[in-house]
């Protein structure tokens, strides 16, 4: 996916941008895994993030958005490691969390 | 009556194990774990004459005086109790210091302590007067279970018949009386001899439809009836009880049993007697040229011909074998072999199907996986990751969030049904003990692959327990032999890696026949 998205010259990196206005700069091989993201990013499908490599997302905080870019960086790293380590996650962000891992496909 | 013992009020904080006046603000000490059973005492505390003039039992007490509570206590305690529960809908927000609880920092450790008291509504039986409990409102089922628990281990009674009490649900704190479980040792001649207990449940006839985890940890399990109730899947901690001797899961809506279970067919396992059907299992329908085999086989089940003279293996000249089976070792009085699989089905993060086979609720059989099938998951190989995915991870957290019970109520009001369900499922899950990945052994919420595998599990017969062929113990035990030679376990994975193992196929050209 990234090495496609290289030949097309698109960015190595992406931004994610909450509601709150917070940034994350992110690889746009470890966000690709949210299928919701890899879709906004795929250039055959015309929008506008594919473009400028940005996604903002109105119903996602800076302090969620923070962990869901930490979570893209902990499978990115592990994806072919056998025996995977858990993520922890503080337990007050749970629901806020699945509700936007059920949103982004990830 | 008076109370039935004028004490002072205090608090019994489970946590730390002792009393407190007052949490609030004070750091509690906790006990020293009892190095004994507890005390047994009688109440002689009403000396009046009247309670004299008819006959009067002495009321026996478990533990400690302390940990008794006067009855009247125990209403306004519960209405407290109750009290937390009744809180308006929250709205949704961020409890950034939520997940931290410290014992010595005051404020709303009372609200917390309750809280817990409330849930492990392990409530010590007190024996009401009967004055004061036609005032109250009828015992529930379980509380009724709960006191009848409380009577044998009063009595080191180790056979616990809960059957036909219209149980609906069974807690982990009701189970977890009977860990305390002892004995009253026989005296033989003057000598004390000391017993392992040897528990028996007995739960036939109730309306359960799950069970709670800490029933697997009670490792002196030796008998377990789960018969005429509703299950539709049993917990894979059914698998942990290595001391059960007789098992019966007869008449329940079982589709499928959990893979888990073969553990008590294992050499170390005491398994001896175990009552499977009725129950309507999920079939295999094998390609067409084993069809016919089968139909004779079904006739010949019919017409009480049984498998005298039948062929031990039936998939034609290719006999699969599975790795699973030869890397354990068996029990020698079952028959325990790998007969044939589903395909898998590849599910999405949130439980939907993406690829596979259904398992469809009505009875029609399921075609069974071509003995070279290699599962091709959904996506391509480069993408497969054993990582679990963000919905899982944020599960995980969720279910071992304190306030579990309650998550539901933080969810948005506009929230789709689906989260309300899920976090339910969560809580039952977590209540029955959780499940493990059968191929990577790793803790997962939602399963990504799952697949029904058929086992022979029958036991071997005692040649001298058939004196005669014709009589009917004979065609009894081939019936269950017939019916037993397609048991259906359900296997669940973790990852979309996470797949069944290739199975050895072997020519097999020599059938053993009987
Ligand atoms: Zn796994």
């Known amino acids: 996916m990234a090495s496609s998205s290289q030949n097309q010259g698109l960015s190595k990196y992406v931004t994610l941008v909450s509601m ?87 | 009556m008076a109370d039935e013992l004028p004490l002072p009020r205090l608090r019994w904080d489970p946590v730390t194990e002792s009393f407190s006046k007052n949490a609030a603000g004070k750091r509690v000490r906790s006990s020293p774990p009892a190095s004994s059973d507890p005390a047994l005492f009688s109440s002689d505390d009403d000396p009046s004459a009247d309670n004299y003039t008819q006959e009067r039992r002495k009321k026996k007490f478990r533990g400690p005086w302390y940990h008794q509570r006067p009855a009247s206590e125990e209403s306004s305690q519960e209405s407290q109790e109750h009290a937390p529960e009744k809180k308006s809908r929250r709205t949704f927000e961020r409890q950034f210091d939520s997940g931290v609880f410290m014992g010595s920092d005051g404020t709303d450790v009372d609200e917390v302590l309750e809280e817990l008291e409330s849930r492990n509504a392990m409530a010590l039986p007190v024996r009401h007067s009967r004055g004061t409990q036609s005032a109250r409102r009828l015992p529930t089922p379980e ?44 005296v033989i001649e003057g000598v004390f001899t000391r017993l392992e ?133 068996w029990h020698s009085q079952w028959n325990v072999t790998y007969q044939a699989r589903t395909e898998v089905r590849y599910l999405d993060i949130n439980g939907t199907l993406s690829k596979g086979p259904n398992f469809c609720n009505d009875s029609s059989p399921i075609p069974v996986a071509d003995a070279n099938d290699t599962p091709q998951p959904p996506t391509s190989r480069g993408d497969l990751s054993r990582a679990p995915s963000l919905f899982e991870v944020a599960l995980n957290a969720c279910s071992r969030h304190k306030d579990l019970p309650h998550l ?90 996470c797949v069944p193992e290739k199975v050895a196929v072997v020519e097999d050209a020599v059938v053993a026949t009987e």
């Open chain 2, 197 to 329: 207990p040897k528990i028996k449940v007995f739960l036939a006839s109730n309306d359960l439809t799950s069970l709670p985890g800490e029933l697997f940890n009670l490792d002196r399990l030796t008998v377990l009836s789960l018969r005429g109730n509703q299950f539709e899947e049993l917990p894979p901690g059914i698998g942990k009880l290595s001391n059960l001797k007789e098992l019966n899961i007869s008449q329940n809506s079982l589709r499928s049993l959990p893979f888990e279970i073969l553990d008590l067919f294992s050499d170390t396992s005491r398994l001896n007697s175990l009552n499977l059907h009725p129950n309507p299992f999920y079939q295999p329908q094998f390609p067409p040229d084993h069809e016919a085999d089968k139909q004779e086989e079904e006739l010949q089940y019919k017409i009480g011909l049984g498998n005298r003279g039948r062929a031990r293996h039936r998939r034609g000249a290719v006999c699969s074998v599975s790795l699973e089976q030869r890397r354990r070792s």
């Open chain 1, 20 to 106: 709150d206005g917070f940034e994350f700069v992110v690889l746009r091989e470890a966000a690709s895994v949210s299928k919701a993201i890899a879709r906004m990013l795929s250039p055959t499908n015309g929008f506008k993030e594919a473009q400028d490599g940005r996604c903002v997302f109105g119903e996602i905080n800076g302090v969620v958005l923070e962990k869901v870019a930490e979570y893209f960086y902990y499978n990115y790293k592990n994806r072919n490691r056998e025996d995977v380590p858990d993520m922890e996650i503080p337990p007050e962000l749970c629901l806020e969390l699945l509700m936007a891992a059920d949103y982004l496909d990830t």
């Open chain 2, 143 to 186: 509380e009724l279970v709960q006191g009848q628990i409380q009577r044998c281990l009063e009595e080191g009674n180790e056979s616990i018949d809960l059957s036909s009490r219209g149980l609906t649900t069974l807690s982990n704190a009701t189970i977890r009386q009977l860990a305390t479980l002892t004995p009253i040792p026989p």
């Open chain 2, 408 to 497: 539901t109520s933080w969810l948005p009001d506009d929230s789709p049904e689906f989260f309300f369900d899920l976090l339910r499922d969560v809580m039952v899950k977590k209540d029955s003990g959780g499940s493990k990945c059968t191929i990577c052994q790793r803790n997962f919420i939602q399963p990504r692959t799952e697949w029904i595998e058929w086992w022979e599990i029958a036991k071997v017969i005692e040649r001298n327990a058939m004196a005669s062929a014709a009589s009917p113990l004979r065609q009894m035990e081939n019936e269950r032999d017939v019916l037993e030679s397609m048991v259906p376990l359900m296997r669940r994975g973790c990852s979309w890696l």
